[in-house]
């Protein structure tokens, strides 16, 4: 049981598109699910037709029934999260219980953008001369291009179309060729709930391809990409040629620092648990353990036993705890990351290979004793690989944590108020968990500083990202 695929194009399913198409993979079994339509540029422009008619029609709809069709959309979305999560493990690897859970935030964005956009009132500003009125208004901005990547396949859509519907934006999404089938069914939702033709497209086809013809159009106003940071900064370019506007979601490499007066067992459950959601193919997964040397020993030994205990194996089986990894290039990134760390000094507490000989499984590892300089201390590893290391004082371990050139999250543990507070302000990050994962719900700001990107993506932050504001003068 897989979806049907298509492109959605002026609220019509396109089974064959006219570029060449691909197949989409199960990571567990490595057997294809489906064929994958691609998006021709005759298809591409007439989504861009489309999305600039639904646009006139969507910014004309009142705010009010914005948000009837998005809350239908949403209660669809939830009614058959069943079907979709099962889809979406199948193409992407992760468990059924952490599908579920993003199907149902997934939800939940949806619905809280749907009411926040009725809350975009903009205000009024006394004028300086007497009978003029000064109004300050909040417009759509106009066109959307949106690309997501494979890691949340309907999360990170359900970021970008909440907030540019409840704007009163359109939009063309291309979301990922490799997990095509559970946005289908989260676009399918739309279209059941009443959505009008045009204002919400999807599309597929070779990613650089598909941005580049898109960006060069002048309809297009809005650019929102989630994925790498080499791909982040060649979209801002192609953005830049157009002055159209950016949110950028990219890559972390997140420091967690653990201080000898918190509980390290505590600490660990905590964070090892995160570490492993989703084989650790998470942006704002903890990837760099600094750990102070007076509670090193016992945070690393729960860690430790926390990756041993993990099942590993298809994310629809009962029991599970982690899935393979998404796709062929992670398992060769991570026994690269592996390689290096070995060749620095690097010790194996745990795991270090691959898993059985189908499927893209790899071990959940611990790794210790890595220098700073090393390849899993430096670049992102987007896997399941959790390099431990200790740290003296609270100036060194911040020094370290802001040395790379990467700022979208941060965690640390303390029972310090005054540490708390300190180590929040300190780090270089968008966002920071302070003895907390919490870090990302539909109603609070999602982004990045310093490489990672910029704009916020969920909250008033999140909703303003489609807004533009104009200045009415009125005398
Ligand atoms: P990649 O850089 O090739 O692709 C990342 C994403 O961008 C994919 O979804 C891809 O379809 C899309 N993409 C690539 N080129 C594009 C283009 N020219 N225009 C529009 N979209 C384009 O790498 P990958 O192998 O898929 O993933 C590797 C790295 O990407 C990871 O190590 C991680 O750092 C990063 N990544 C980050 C996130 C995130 O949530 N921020 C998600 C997925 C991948």
């Not at 929102?224 to 979601?249: C, D, N, W, Y």
């Not at 600490?267 to 648990?273: G, K, L, P, V, W």
């Not at 945070?299 to 041993?308: G, I």
Request: hydrophobic letters at 40%; proline letters at 5%.
């Amino acid at each position: 049981m897989y979806s049907e695929l298509g492109l959605y194009i002026d609220g019509a399913w396109k089974k064959n598109g006219g570029g060449k198409g691909e197949d989409v993979i199960n990571p567990a079994t490595e057997k294809p699910l489906a064929h994958l339509p691609h998006a021709s540029t005759a298809d591409l422009d007439e989504a861009l037709e489309a999305a600039k008619k639904g646009f006139a029609v969507w910014r004309a709809t009142s705010a009010y029934d914005r948000a009837k069709i998005m809350s239908k959309a949403a209660n669809l979305m939830r009614e058959r999260h069943d079907v979709i999560s099962k889809i979406m493990v199948q193409e992407q690897g992760k468990v059924y219980v952490e599908a579920r859970g993003e199907v149902l935030v997934s939800a939940d964005i949806i619905d809280w953008y749907a009411e926040e956009g009725r809350r975009s009132y903009g205000r009024i500003v006394p004028g300086r001369a007497k009978g003029v009125r000064q109004l300050v208004i909040q417009e759509p901005v106009g066109v959307v291009a949106a690309f997501t990547p494979w890691n949340f396949p309907v999360l990170t859509p359900a970021r970008k179309v909440g907030g540019a519907l409840a704007a009163g934006c359109s939009l063309i999404l291309k979301a990922s060729e490799e997990t095509p089938g559970a946005c289908v069914e989260m676009v399918k939702c739309f279209a059941d709930a009443g959505l009008p033709a045009g204002v919400l497209n999807l599309v597929f086809g070779v990613p650089a391809e598909v941005s580049e013809h898109l960006l060069a159009k002048d309809a297009v106003r809005k650019i929102s990409f989630t994925g790498s940071i080499p791909v982040g900064k060649h979209l801002a370019q192609l953005a830049a040629k157009g002055m159209k506007r950016t949110t950028m979601e990219l890559g972390g490499h997140s420091p967690v620092v653990v201080f000898g007066d918190a509980d390290p067992e505590k600490a660990a459950d905590t964070i090892a648990a995160f570490k492993y959601r989703n084989a650790g193919q998470v942006c704002i997964s903890p990837t760099r353990f600094y750990v102070q040397e007076d509670v090193y020993k016992r945070f690393l030994a729960r860690f430790t036993e926390y990756a041993n205990g993990i099942k590993l194996g298809d994310g629809l089986e009962k029991g599970i705890t982690m899935g393979p990894l998404a796709n062929s290039r992670r398992l060769d990134a991570m026994d690269s990351f592996v390689a290096d760390a070995k060749s620095c000094g690097g010790k194996i507490a745990t795991g270090g290979k691959r898993s059985g000989n189908q499927g893209y499984f790899y071990e959940p590892t611990v790794i210790t004793d890595v220098p700073d300089d090393s390849k899993i201390m430096t670049e992102e590893p987007f896997g399941p690989l959790a390099p431990i290391v200790t740290f003296k004082t609270f100036d060194e371990v911040v020094a370290r944590a802001n040395s790379l050139p990467f700022g979208l999250a941060a965690y640390a543990f303390t029972t310090s108020t005054t540490t708390a507070a300190a180590i929040g302000d300190a780090i270089e990050s968008g966002m920071v968990g302070v003895n907390s994962i919490a870090i990302s719900t539909p109603e609070t700001p999602f982004g990045g500083v310093k490489e990672s990107g910029h704009g916020s993506e969920g909250g008033t932050e999140g909703l303003g990202a489609y807004l533009a504001t104009k200045f009415i003068s009125q005398g």
